[in-house]
């Protein structure tokens, strides 16, 4: 039985009214589960460890103390310099290596092997960070290393020679381009295919050619991705950790344990006992993140209208 007009009316009336009240439901039901594990995985362990920074190991309140002795402890500014030199190298081989190997990739397109190149950019970050630093130990020792012969000539004979802490800032960068660079190269060239084929073409009819294309259109037109990777990758940065750990394990120590922030965290934390100190060094990492990305953004206009 079919129901009456007037009932029909103010059915439709109804649905009208609710999507009035309430007109972003679909966008807010789609994003709930996210903001779900936001909460619970972000913000609750933040303010988690803000507690904990801020409290001695009685609960009690303990002021900037678990700061002053983070500060204090002779391990911390050699794990500051580790990060810094580690960041350097690794943000400015992710900018230039990464945007030139898209602008490569996006001119090889009409070759037919851009599809492919893109998947082989892809598999390594398809490899978890564990997984990608076990890679790396059978390829820096010389002694099982399909490039061993590369590795003697450099002049290392063993493991620990080639993981010894002055070659640390290379060897994670390499790693570290290895496992994430592809991801960055498919987000890069999806951006450069939204840039306007006309504005190439008239470029080209200018006289312009792919340097002047790449230098003034297409780079410039990619500064907002470009920051974009940068602040992210200058997060990921910071919180150091996986790959220097394994290579300490597996060099029996000469990588050292205490190489960057986070293992120094992970130190304090599970072998001196000590949550409290442990927790002021993340709150530091996230007070660092939190200011350097506060900086990209307002000095790029990345939320401008282009």
């Known amino acids: 039985m079919t129901s009456s007009p007037p009932q029909n009316a103010r059915a439709s009336a109804a649905l009208a009214n609710r999507r009035a009240v309430w007109p972003g439901r679909a966008g807010h039901g789609f994003v709930a589960a996210y903001v779900v594990l936001l909460v619970a995985f972000g913000v609750v362990p933040t303010v988690y460890a803000i507690y904990f920074a801020f409290t001695d190991s009685g609960n009690q309140f303990a002021g900037l103390s678990n700061f002053i002795s983070v500060a204090?402890?002779?391990?911390?500014?050699?794990?500051?310099?580790?990060?810094?030199?580690?960041?350097?190298?690794?943000?400015?081989?992710?900018?230039v290596f990464v945007v030139g190997l898209t602008l490569l990739l996006h001119?090889?397109?009409?070759?037919?092997?851009?599809?492919?190149?893109?998947?082989?950019?892809?598999?390594?970050?398809?490899?978890?960070?564990?997984?990608?630093?076990?890679?790396?130990?059978?390829?820096?020792?010389?002694?099982?290393?399909?490039?061993?012969?590369?590795?003697?000539?450099?002049?290392?004979?063993?493991?620990?020679?080639?993981?010894?802490?002055?070659?640390?800032?290379?060897?994670?960068?390499?790693?570290?381009?290895?496992?994430?660079?592809?991801?960055?190269?498919?987000?890069?060239?999806?951006?450069?295919?939204?840039?306007?084929?006309?504005?190439?073409?008239?470029?080209r009819i200018d006289g312009a050619g792919p340097w002047q294309i790449a230098r003034r259109i297409q780079i410039p037109l990619l500064r907002k991705w470009i920051v974009y990777m940068v602040v992210l990758?200058?997060?990921?940065?910071?919180?150091?950790?996986?790959?220097?750990?394994?290579?300490?394990?597996?060099?029996?120590?000469?990588?050292?344990?205490?190489?960057?922030?986070?293992?120094?965290?992970?130190?304090?934390?599970?072998?001196?006992?000590?949550?409290?100190?442990?927790?002021?060094?993340?709150?530091?990492?996230?007070?660092?993140?939190l200011c350097v990305a506060g900086v990209f953004v307002a000095r790029s206009g990345f939320f401008d209208a282009d």
């Open 72 to 95: 204090s402890d002779f391990r911390f500014l050699p794990a500051i310099g580790h990060v810094a030199v580690y960041l350097v190298c690794w943000l400015a081989s992710l900018v």
């Open 107 to 203: 001119r090889v397109a009409s070759q037919g092997v851009s599809r492919a190149l893109r998947f082989v950019y892809y598999i390594p970050g398809a490899l978890a960070g564990a997984a990608s630093v076990m890679v790396w130990l059978f390829m820096l020792d010389p002694t099982v290393s399909p490039i061993g012969f590369l590795l003697r000539a450099m002049g290392f004979d063993t493991f620990g020679q080639v993981v010894a802490p002055g070659n640390m800032p290379i060897l994670l960068t390499m790693i570290a381009f290895w496992t994430g660079a592809g991801g960055w190269i498919v987000v890069m060239y999806g951006a450069l295919n939204n840039i306007s084929p006309e504005i190439i073409e008239a470029a």
């Open 233 to 289: 990758a200058f997060a990921g940065g910071t919180q150091l950790f996986v790959e220097p750990q394994l290579l300490s394990q597996a060099s029996n120590g000469v990588a050292g344990r205490d190489y960057s922030l986070n293992q120094l965290s992970y130190d304090f934390a599970f072998q001196n006992n000590n949550v409290n100190t442990a927790a002021a060094i993340s709150v530091e990492l996230l007070l660092v993140g």
